[in-house]
């Protein structure tokens, strides 16, 4: 019966902390978009000065850098999220 209730426990403290985690994330993203943006505004001046010294290259190309660093954010946040869940679920 105990490890029933046990079960019963973790299973509520996963769901209430889930949403936390999905928030806390978010919140993460945000901080490194802002702790990034001088380095963004320079990137995207820059790219618009290749843009006009460089007809030939790709708004496709820049648009792959780009995307990289905003998947740097994203890994980020993604492994708050699982540094928080292996942690809840190494102490079970």
């Known amino acids: 019966m105990s490890e029933l209730i046990s079960e019963y426990n973790r ?6 902390l889930e949403p936390y985690i999905e928030q ?12 990034n943006r ?17 007809p030939d290259l790709s708004l496709r190309e820049l648009l792959e850098i780009e995307e990289l660093f905003n998947e740097h954010i994203s890994f980020a946040a993604e492994a708050y999220k699982t540094g928080f869940r292996e942690g809840y679920d190494h102490n079970k």
Do not use: A, G, P
């Open 11 to 16: 299973t509520v403290v996963k769901n209430w």
């Open 38 to 54: 001088q380095f963004y505004v320079k990137h995207t001046e820059l790219f618009e000065k290749m843009k006009e010294s460089f």
């Open 24 to 35: 806390r994330s978010e919140e993460i993203k945000d901080l490194l978009c802002k702790d």
